[in-house]
């Protein structure tokens, strides 16, 4: 029967994900009250807070609340946790392969420096994929608000740290702030080291930033990416050189950039033959997973289990995981489909 197969049974990549972001509602009210931190309303309400990114004010917002959630990760132990519970919920919603990405500056203060903090982050990756089966590495990011010295820094980081887990650069946060050419030596420095180029744009802004992205900072792929959509030419070019955008529809719609699931242009981009890897952003804010996202698709945008599984496919060869491990996953979509 069209439409009964399990999406949390279908093997995906996930390769939108981000570090304070993944965290469980509930890891976080106990964190919370483990340091005594007096979170936001909009956090312990027990539902997804009402979030809009369209403006200023309401980015800011969102940062705040995210920033709330990262002060009460304070110790390794709460790394630890934080990296396992999100391998733990991401095997549960049938992803082989997880890419979570960090800025690690925001941890460093309490982790004693940023060298320590990253080698806490990779070891608790190592730990967490060893116990729980599931591929994982890490995508180290910069933030497009700090200034762009910043960002070579962790390019230097991020490639010293390559032979440990770390398989690509990103840049994330407003990306109305911020243009992608500031960054230019530091996703050099990265592709440079053998990094994956992964920046944020087209989310916020529209099909200018994505072409800013491929010009400038040589984008292998695109975070977010939709906005692509709206100019024919880009979407073209992003087809013909197979550029994945790492797409992630709860999130676009909890930000406002777009009013309703259904408006999120997934078929344009499909049809368009721009590789798509579905992804959860910020599950924390947003209250979906990884399965979710397949399920708009399927629920809101009629895509069929042969699509599905397409999607699926498209978000494992997106990925850095070694050929062995696209080759499993890849076998396991098509046995998912015949099954």
């Known amino acids: 029967m069209e439409h009964a197969r399990d999406l949390t049974l279908l093997p995906k990549a996930h390769l939108h994900l981000h570090f304070t972001g993944s965290m469980r509602p509930s890891t976080l009210l106990e964190l919370a009250d483990k340091y005594g931190v007096r979170l936001p309303d909009a956090l312990t309400a027990g539902e997804p807070p009402k979030l809009r990114a369209t403006d200023e004010r309401g980015w800011f917002r969102f940062q705040r609340l995210y920033d709330a959630a990262r002060s009460c990760l304070r110790e390794p132990d709460d790394i630890r946790r934080l990296v396992r519970e999100a391998a733990e919920e991401d095997?549960?919603?049938?992803?082989?392969?997880?890419?979570?990405?960090v800025d690690p500056t925001s941890y460093a203060p309490l982790l004693g420096g940023m060298i320590p903090a990253v080698e806490i982050i990779l070891d608790a990756v190592d730990a967490a994929s060893r116990e729980t089966g599931l591929g994982m590495r890490v995508l180290i990011a910069a933030n497009r608000m700090k200034h762009p010295l910043d960002a070579r820094t962790l390019a230097r980081l991020a490639v010293r740290y390559a032979d440990r887990g770390v398989?690509?650069?990103?840049?994330?946060?407003d990306e109305r702030r911020g243009m992608a050419r500031d960054f230019d030596r530091a996703f050099a420095i990265a592709r440079e080291g053998g990094l994956l180029a992964a920046p944020?744009?087209?989310?916020l802004t529209g099909p200018a930033s994505v072409r800013d992205c491929l010009d400038d900072l040589l984008a292998a792929r695109i975070g977010h990416g939709v906005r692509a959509a709206e100019d024919p030419r880009l979407l073209?070019?992003?087809?013909?050189?197979?550029?994945?955008?790492?797409?992630?529809p709860a999130s676009n719609v909890a930000l406002g950039v777009y009013e309703r699931p259904e408006d999120v242009p997934l078929r344009t981009l499909f049809e368009a033959g721009v590789p798509m890897a579905l992804g959860a952003d910020d599950p924390l804010?947003?209250?979906?997973?990884?399965?979710?996202?397949y399920e708009i698709a399927r629920r809101h945008h009629g895509f069929t289990d042969p699509e599905l599984a397409e999607l699926a496919r498209q978000s494992v060869r997106g990925s850095?995981?070694?050929?062995?491990?696209?080759?499993?996953?890849?076998?396991?979509?098509?046995h998912w489909l015949t099954g």
């Not at 850095?320 to 098509?334: F, H, R, S, T």
């Open 167 to 173: 398989v690509g650069f990103g840049l994330s946060n």
């Open 320 to 334: 850095a995981a070694p050929a062995d491990v696209q080759e499993k996953l890849l076998a396991g979509i098509d």
């Open 200 to 203: 944020h744009g087209g989310e």
């Open 285 to 293: 804010l947003f209250g979906s997973r990884l399965a979710a996202q």
């Open 236 to 248: 073209k070019r992003l087809a013909d050189r197979q550029i994945t955008c790492e797409v992630c």
């Open 91 to 101: 095997v549960r919603d049938g992803s082989g392969w997880l890419e979570i990405q």
